[in-house]
């Protein structure tokens, strides 16, 4: 089975759990590159680092899109990334809730500056050190940016001001802590980015500490304010990405693996099997 990926213009690996040593030197055992375009990595519990160095020293120049855990703390795994790995368009790393996996984290994003397009984060910590720095690293047009935070405003202010010469074509905020009231984060949202005509379609999740109303789009008011400057407001929901959605929108040749512990699904082009 993995001689004739060699042929496949792009693989990737969703959801896995574990890639045990077996799967790993079957594609270390390659004659032919193993071209590797999506890992995402959803439970580092299991993870062996080594072979996951090897899999990024076969496979890491062809990697576009990385989706890391860091609830379950690895260090090493951000430095092999930005070591392997100089062509990631595509970066989602959730759970952090270390400052130490914070500065890896903005060391990996300055690292692939050049190429990076779509980036989303999600911290369960207080978020005010990676807004007051990732605002000078990011690239100065993104496709995507989804942050999903513990802020204040002075913070995300911070942030606004480091990165106002850069265009964001969509733009999610999600608070993972109620605001006391709308008119904190609203006047915010207005100065820096509608003003600013910064941004194509925005979305805000938890703008308001109200059941009824939770999302920048229930407010039709404002939603109609936001188009009047050019900007659409859009459902928090429906303005993220899925990952598997965006793979195979962005690709015509692939085997997709949904690995799970020791299993791996493989997708070819609408053809599923197990092996």
Partial sequence: MFEKLNVLESIHILYYCSLDSTFIQQVINLTKPFKLKSLFIYDNSLLQIELLKLLLQKSGNYLENVGINSIDNKLQLYELFKIYCNNIKFLSIFGLKEDLNIYLVLYLIKNIQQNLNYLHLQLIINSKLILENLGQILPYRLEYLR???????????????????????????????????EEMLLPCIKKYVMKEKRVTYLAIDNILNN?????????????????????????????????????????????IFHAVDQYYFLTVVGIAAFC
């Fill in 211 to 255: 059941k009824n109303c939770k999302g920048l789009f229930d407010l039709k008011n404002e939603v109609k304010e936001f188009k009047f400057h050019g900007i659409q407001v859009k459902d928090y929901n429906d303005l993220c990405i899925k990952v598997d959605d965006f793979i195979s929108h962005n690709q015509q040749d692939f085997y």
């Fill in 147 to 181: 942050l999903e935070l513990k802020y204040n405003i002075n913070d995300l202010e911070v942030f606004f001001k480091n990165s106002q010469n850069i265009f964001i074509k969509k733009l999610l905020i999600k608070n993972l802590k109620y605001l006391n009231s």
